[in-house]
């Protein structure tokens, strides 16, 4: 069995082999694709991936994970979820946790109108605002960090949909992933999408392999809080 020491400080995991180990074995028990291993194993020359290499060597495996809040209320909504909780959790495991919060480019404000002698009226409308996130920045994130093969797991948390990741922003919202787009070079170890009908993103993000760890839903997330958990839609009935 492969020893794979990992640090919360560490962009990347060691992995050492033990007697009779291999590519297949490594990527077994760490749960990336055997079949992608070029791309997420740093290792200069590839051997075959059923050849067993020597007791001792050491490699580099991913050890990241993208941890995005695209959740209402900000730091009151995180407490109802616990997502600190969630973060901390990662880290004591000695992954290295990237987190990305979704700043907004617009604000709802009221503006006061009307005739100066008369009582003003006020109104609300979005109003831009300086420094928000790029759209698909979640997106383009994926995309870098399994280009510098570091990418070992994604933590959403935020709005979706049966096409993607979607956080409340201005009149339409702004997408951060879309499923039929989103191109990972290999499929992740560990992804945990709280989103509506999140479970479409699996097929792309998630690499389906032996001791990979997938967890989405189906249907309309509803977020009960820690102690209640989160209900699936599809599942309500249950409660009934």
Not at 140 to 149: C, E, G, P
Request: overall charge negative; glycine content about 12%.
């Amino acid at each position: 069995m492969w020893t794979v020491t990992r640090n919360s400080e560490d962009e990347y995991a060691e992995a050492i082999a033990g007697e009779g180990d291999s590519i297949q074995t490594l990527a077994e028990q760490i749960g990336l694709s055997v079949a992608q291993a070029q791309y997420w194993l740093s290792v200069q020359e590839l051997p075959p991936v059923d050849e067993v290499v020597p007791k001792g060597t050491s490699w580099k495996v991913p050890n990241t994970i993208i941890a995005y809040w695209g959740g209402d209320l900000g730091a009151a909504g995180q407490l109802w979820v616990d997502w600190n909780g969630d973060i901390d959790s990662l880290k004591d495991k000695g992954f290295l946790v990237e987190e990305l919060h979704f700043k907004p480019n617009f604000i709802y404000r009221s503006d006061s109108s009307g005739p100066s002698s008369k009582k003003p009226t006020k109104r609300f409308e979005w109003k831009p605002v300086k420094g928000g996130s790029d759209e698909f920045e979640l997106m383009h994130a994926v995309m870098r960090y399994t280009l510098s093969k570091k990418l070992h797991g994604l933590f959403y948390w935020g709005h979706g949909s049966p096409h993607g990741l979607i956080v409340k922003d201005g009149p339409t919202g702004s997408w951060q992933l879309l499923y039929d787009h989103a191109r990972p070079l290999y499929g992740l170890a560990w992804v945990k999408l709280c989103g509506c009908f999140s479970d479409k993103g699996k097929p792309c993000l998630c690499s389906n392999t032996l001791g990979h760890t997938w967890e989405g839903f189906d249907g309309m997330l509803i977020p009960l809080g820690p102690i209640a958990g989160n209900i699936d839609s599809a599942d309500w009935k249950m409660l009934a």
